[in-house]
């Protein structure tokens, strides 16, 4: 694009969707909702917390005096193992429909009810991508699609504050992976590599766009980035899934979720809420994979302060993705945020 | 399906995606983000609000002492039409990008700055339908995709209360109109049919999803609806896009708007916010659209209450659609809810 403040669409290679991107729309007033920005401290433990350790969930289930890492099975979950088979009950060519059977987990990131990922030390943060790692391991192993995922702040639909993820695991493959593979796919076919390690190959080389790099992960905000500081945590290394990460990967994963995590709370000195999650390559699967690559997809609302966020409606619904600020603008904005967490020092 | 309280997936035929479907889930106890119910009145007339008849907007321009509806161009437009042309850089395979140009339009609704659809008398929606047919008429002598849509409430993103909606218009087919173009397509070739006639003529004949039914519109809860409540507006009649509605087929629809927005308030005793939109076949183009049906589609968040909702957050985002309670309770609860505003009586 000879001028990127003119309005245009990118295209994402991944899921095939176009972005409409409309630089100056960013100068418009914002009359509109804004969210609330708690600063109210929570204590390290809530007796009234169902995540906290030795406290009583929904199921009258009582948690374990934990430190670090807790898993249990989600006791409301979307998903079920014990599916009992029901037909499919072919009515109509438009009604269609499938069973699904699975298991939703839950994984506390630490005792502490009143710690976020980028607030935790490395070494607890190395702790989590273990337990993703060991629970990826188990589920995998009886499951095509394992997604592990973190919804943070209530803004995101957390229920919860106290630090905690998901893992869903199911038999069928979910619609996005199904497309990311087939788009994967198709590019290994056409160039013969590898459609996310030629895209590592040109964001270390231009660095526009890249936020944070060490020597197994790449941060970048991809050129196709519909949230407005959405971003993309790429393997640099030939890795297909979370089962095959190495210790070197997994020490460089955690540091690599510090980094962004805190830059992400710098950006408007708030806990910044997002959606993220893993994708893996399909499993159960005796496909070559040689065409997937492991990655993480963080997609925060907040586009212009700690209250301002991007509403994906309308338009966005009917049509497509609609962006203010560009992948570029938000990367700078990205890089000039500190790694230094803002409350560091003051606890 | 032979349990419909089992979990299952239903596939979209017009998009592709399909949803997963939790019925048990809605048992769980909610702890999370509740929406702001805000019961204050408005004033008929607000002088801070830029959309009354008589003030100003943030580019100075004065607005007309309008009765009914009124339409301007939008001053912080996500599209223009005066883009000068831009070249592709095509640096790299993975970076596709193109020039988007167009025109982002306001309507409001009514000069009365706090009244909705549901609120407004049958003839003021019947001129709301007939500005849509003008709008739609001019632009799309001119691009190729027109997307008539309007966000309701604070929670869809709406920055003013006043009853208003959006026109964006285009030179190229948004994703979602190209997805539902190639469906619509596909089944037209397979099938010698019209997806969504076919579609009418078997929810007419099971009826167990329909919610309201006029000579000329359908209003359903679609089999794949993904949101709790979302519904699918359909043409009964060989109708593709806005131009050619007649008068009894725009009489009808403002007809079906006022029974299923009023139904919708009267779920919650809310008003019930939403993003909805038309579907108008591409215009612009020579080929046949004999596949196309003009429709529209309702999204409201709204789950349980006033105040909480289904966000479609970490699952949803990297994977697909999940939903809680099925169409069939869904419609089942819009079959009960009254035609008759809440608050008629009250004014
Ligand atoms: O134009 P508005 O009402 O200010 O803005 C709203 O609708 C637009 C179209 O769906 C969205 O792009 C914005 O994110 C939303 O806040
Ligand atoms: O399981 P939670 O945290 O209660 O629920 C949250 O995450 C889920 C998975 O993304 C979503 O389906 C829910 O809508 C959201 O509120």
């Known amino acids: 694009m000879a001028d990127l403040e003119l309005t245009h669409r990118r295209k994402n290679p991944l899921s095939g969707d176009w972005v409409l991107v409309s630089p100056h729309r960013n100068n418009r007033p914002w009359l509109g909702a804004t969210e609330a920005n ?15 350790p030795g406290n009583q969930r929904a199921n009258d289930a009582i948690n374990p005096q934990y430190q670090g890492t807790f898993v249990f099975t989600n006791d409301f979950g979307a998903l079920n193992s014990a599916q009992q088979s029901v037909e499919h009950d072919a009515t109509h060519p438009l009604l269609m429909a499938e069973t699904a059977s699975g298991e939703c987990r839950v994984i506390c990131f630490s005792e502490q009810h009143n710690l976020t990922l980028p607030e935790l030390p490395i070494e607890a943060i190395e702790q989590v991508v273990d337990t993703w790692q060991q629970h990826y391991q188990t589920l995998a192993a009886q499951y095509q699609c394992v997604h592990i995922f973190e919804n943070k702040g209530s803004v995101m639909g957390c229920s919860q504050p106290h630090p905690h993820g998901q893992i869903w695991a199911h038999d069928h493959l979910s619609s996005e992976i199904a497309v990311e593979d087939a788009k994967q796919h198709a590019y290994f076919a056409k160039h013969g590599r590898t459609m996310l390690a030629d895209y590592v190959e040109h964001e270390t080389n231009t660095r526009t766009r890249v936020v944070f790099e060490n020597s197994h ?5 991809p050129y196709w980035a519909a949230w407005p500081f959405e ?3 790429v393997a640099k290394d030939d890795v297909r899934h979370f089962g095959q990460m190495s210790q070197a990967q997994k020490s460089a994963l955690a540091e690599a979720i510090k980094v962004l995590t805190t830059k992400y709370d710098n950006l408007f000195n708030c806990s910044f809420p997002y959606s993220m999650g893993w994708h893996n390559a399909p499993s159960q699967t005796n496909t070559d994979d040689s065409h997937w690559r492991l990655h993480g997809h963080f997609y925060p609302p907040l586009l212009r302060s700690a209250t301002v966020k991007k509403h994906m409606v309308g338009y966005e619904m009917l049509a497509e993705s609609q962006r203010d600020i560009t992948a570029e603008t938000a990367a700078a904005l990205l890089q000039q945020a500190s790694d230094i967490h803002y409350k560091q020092g003051r606890r």
Chains 1, 2 share one sequence.
């Open 217 to 221: 992960w790449l941060v970048v905000v």
């Open 38 to 52: 708690n600063h109210t401290e929570a204590p390290a433990f809530d007796a009234q917390c169902p995540l906290c």
């Open 231 to 233: 971003t993309l945590v």
